[in-house]
């Protein structure tokens, strides 16, 4: 066990220090440069403006969104048994992202506040898994293959959803929704960044109390059962956790691919299948993924900016084919 | 130990009815019958995967609806045929999967106890010099063993075990067969085991339990079970059964269409 732990622990460090190397170069590059001393001692107003009042606020949802997006895919990989699964296949995420649209363009935000974004991102991600759920479930059991294909469908149509809806908005609202759906961090309010830093620590603490309950379900469901774990229960448990995950992280950053999808595959191949060690260090590796991403994003085309999503999706999409052929060889 | 008093249960297009017998502590019994008749349904019964509509099973006295999976899964160890093996995983890490059920509440690592444990079973099963290997290298005789491992490291009463020879070479059939046999004469662990091999089931149980379409047709040891009348009536085929020369039990020979009609063996 000692030496297991300390495996554990060291691939912990390593990502820890990881993640803060990448959060202060995030802090020193950008459009205006700032050194390392001076981020502990900013020698005048601006600097100090633009370092904890732009990039600290976009660290720190970079950090939340790419742990909690990386969380619920090691959530739902462990419970289908399925390296492909994300919150993006399961239509997750379409779901959210077409309450989040629906919300722009009727407005609701401007009467009732900036909290009904991540509401709204939850009550989509929840409608979709009540929906995937109820299609799939047969004889009170549910099926993991129709689960699956039903996702991806519900996927397919919520994408189109959005289409329709961007189709035929207003000029006004398609920015908006165009600069939202393809990822980004930029989010002028404090609220909703700490909201989603709060909702992000949170649910990994909780899916690490669910950690071996995840691997029991690595050698299917009846053998789960066999090893006392209350099945039915603790899937619709992992369901809701997921969806508020991907609701949330959806609502503020827009939908932003892969990282749920390559961060797991990747912890996998280093630290192993154990859960209780794969969850933190995905959700670190994620949170990491994330900054680094968005730090290219803006420094790139410099002083224009590029969503995150792009990048993401070009870096994730690229490495996991790397994956996928060096696995089929 | 294991009552089953009653039992009426299944699914929409299958049930078991009036399922009644009692399984002694330390016993090693066998349930075998025709493909369909009800053996793995009554195995989920008793892990409480199907829930029973009529009737009770009864586990040391109390009746297992009363007790939580975790309860269950302390005192029961199942070797199931639906079992996904996740590759990547070593078998050492597999078997302490069986430690699950002991974990305290917020319990998150295993203690010094649990591998000594883990360890322990190994070496009984034999899996010890495969225990760093990762599952997708192994054999599946190889398998099936780390299967049985698991479930030891449970520290079951009751181990049940749902056709765990199916699909293995004869080598692999009788190492795994007299390993529940050492298992169940050594230490005492009382062993309820679906068999397809009648012969197999003649050799190794003390008690046979024959199924025909849900219902118990029947219960007792093999030379009152294994008779040509009986496996035919249940089969529904023709057999010749001898006494086997070395443990003195019934063998059962399988006769063929060509040599029923050469020998004249007819209903």
Excluded at chain 1, 123 to 138: D, F
Excluded at chain 2, 28 to 36: R, S
Excluded at chain 2, 222 to 249: A, F, G
Aim: net charge positive; hydrophobic share 50%; aromatic share 8%.
């Amino acid at each position: 066990m000692n030496k297991k732990l300390v495996n554990w622990l060291s691939w912990l460090l390593i990502l820890i220090l990881v993640v803060l190397i990448v959060m202060f170069l995030s802090l020193c590059i950008g459009s205006v440069r700032v050194s390392l001393s001076q981020i502990f001692n900013p020698s005048d107003r601006i600097t100090k403006e633009i370092l904890f009042k732009i990039r600290l606020p976009r660290i720190i949802l970079g950090f939340a969104v790419g742990g909690a997006l990386a969380t619920a895919g090691v959530i739902l990989q462990g419970l289908f048994r399925n390296p492909l699964v994300e919150p993006y296949t399961l239509g997750i995420s379409g779901g959210a992202g077409v309450f989040v649209c629906l919300n722009i363009v009727l407005r609701i935000y401007q009467k009732f506040g900036v909290i009904t974004f991540p509401i709204s991102g939850f009550v989509g991600a929840g409608l979709v898994i009540i929906l995937v759920y109820i299609l799939s479930i047969k004889k009170g059991k549910l099926r993991i293959q129709g689960l699956l294909l039903t996702g991806v469908m519900i996927s397919f149509i919520s994408s189109s959803i959005i289409m329709l809806i961007m189709a035929i908005t207003r000029a006004e609202n398609l920015h908006g929704i165009v600069f939202w759906i393809m990822g980004s961090l930029e989010e002028p309010d404090m609220f909703l960044v700490k909201m989603t830093f709060l909702v992000s620590i949170l649910g990994l603490l909780i899916s690490c109390i669910f950690s071996l309950d995840l691997n029991a379900f690595s050698c299917g469901e009846e053998e789960a059962h066999h090893l006392g774990v209350d099945v039915e229960k603790t899937k619709k448990l992992l369901f809701i956790l997921a969806s508020v995950l991907t609701g949330v992280c959806v609502s503020v950053a827009g939908i932003i691919g892969f990282v749920g999808l390559l961060v797991p595959h990747l912890m996998r191949m280093l630290v192993g299948e154990d859960h209780r060690i794969l969850l933190l260090s995905s959700y670190l590796c994620g949170a990491g993924f994330l900054i680094f991403s968005d730090t290219l994003a803006r420094t790139i085309i410099s002083p224009l900016e590029l969503p995150v999503g792009v990048i993401t999706g070009i870096i994730g999409g690229s490495l996991f084919i790397y994956v996928l052929t060096k696995r089929g060889r | 130990m294991l009552e089953i008093k009653n039992l009426v249960c299944g699914y929409d297009n299958f049930l078991l009815k009036d399922i009644n017998f009692k399984v002694n502590s330390s016993e090693l019994v066998g349930i075998i019958g025709p493909n369909g008749s009800g053996k793995t349904t009554l195995i989920r019964a008793i892990t409480k995967l199907v829930k029973p509509k009529e009737g009770k099973i009864i586990y040391q006295g109390k009746d297992i609806t009363e007790l939580s999976f975790k309860e269950l899964a302390k005192e029961i160890a199942v070797v199931s045929q639906d079992v996904h093996f996740p590759d990547m995983v070593k078998v050492k890490d597999f078997v302490l999967l069986g430690r699950i059920p002991h974990f305290k509440k917020f319990q998150f690592l295993e203690t010094n106890k649990d591998l000594e444990i883990v360890e322990e079973v190994m070496k009984l099963t034999g899996v010890l010099e495969i225990k760093d290997r990762f599952l997708k290298e192994t054999s599946g005789g190889e398998r099936q063993l780390v299967l049985i491992t698991k479930a030891l490291a449970q520290q079951p009463k009751l181990l049940l075990l749902d056709e765990p020879t199916a699909h293995l070479d004869i080598t692999h059939k009788i190492k795994i067969l007299d390993l529940i046999r050492r298992l169940n004469k050594k230490y005492g662990l009382t062993v309820l085991i679906v068999l397809h091999d009648l012969n197999l089931a003649s050799q190794y149980c003390d008690r046979l339990i024959l199924l025909k379409e849900g219902k118990i047709y029947k219960i007792g040891t093999p030379s009152e079970v294994l008779t040509y009348q009986i496996i035919e009536e249940v089969y529904q085929t023709v057999v010749v059964v001898k006494e086997n020369p070395i443990n003195l039990r019934p063998y059962v020979f399988l006769v063929s269409e060509e040599e029923r009609r050469k020998f004249d063996y007819t209903d």
